[in-house]
């Protein structure tokens, strides 16, 4: 019982999932103080914290899931948003000009889940869950890194 409560806290961002309209909006914008959070306590710790977020992704998704009635992707598990987001902040250099548009292109890619990514979804289980933002995730860094060598963010940190 108490395991199965961690689960669902997690998976929704701390509760983050809950939150009225638009839950992966809200799971996106908690990414950034907890990974601002990991970079402080050291500079290897967000890379740490989001491949561990990718490997226990799959089951955390999957088991809350499956507590949450069983539907394939419950919007409130935003775990998926969360360590999303966090692959395409690993992606460019920190400043607040490349924060904005990680978060703007994550959100773009994630909400309309252009060809093929809407197809990952599909997958079972936490993989179908995981696999689209990993996906829409790598989209958007590949776009912020490719507009950064056009236009380079002065912005600083």
């Given amino acids: 019982m108490l395991f199965d409560r961690l689960v669902v806290w997690l998976a929704t961002g701390f509760g983050a999932g809950w939150l009225p309209k638009a839950p992966g909006t809200w799971g996106s914008a908690l990414a950034f103080p907890l990974f601002y959070l990991l970079a402080l306590a050291h500079p290897l710790a967000p890379l740490t914290a989001t491949v561990l977020g990718l490997l226990l992704g799959i089951p955390l998704c999957t ?44 959100r773009l890619f994630d909400t309309t889940k252009p060809w093929p990514l809407r197809r990952l979804e599909q997958l079972p289980g936490g993989l179908g869950i995981m ?12 776009v912020l890194w490719a507009s950064l060598q056009i236009l380079p963010d002065s912005t600083g940190l």
């Fill in 131 to 142: 696999a689209d933002d990993l996906a829409a995730a790598a989209a958007s860094a590949a």
């Fill in 63 to 106: 088991k809350a899931a499956r507590l949450l009635g069983n539907a394939s992707d419950p919007g409130a598990i935003v775990w998926d948003e969360i360590v999303g987001q966090w692959v395409v902040l690993l992606a460019v250099p920190p400043s607040p000009g490349n924060w904005v548009l990680a978060f703007l292109l994550f």
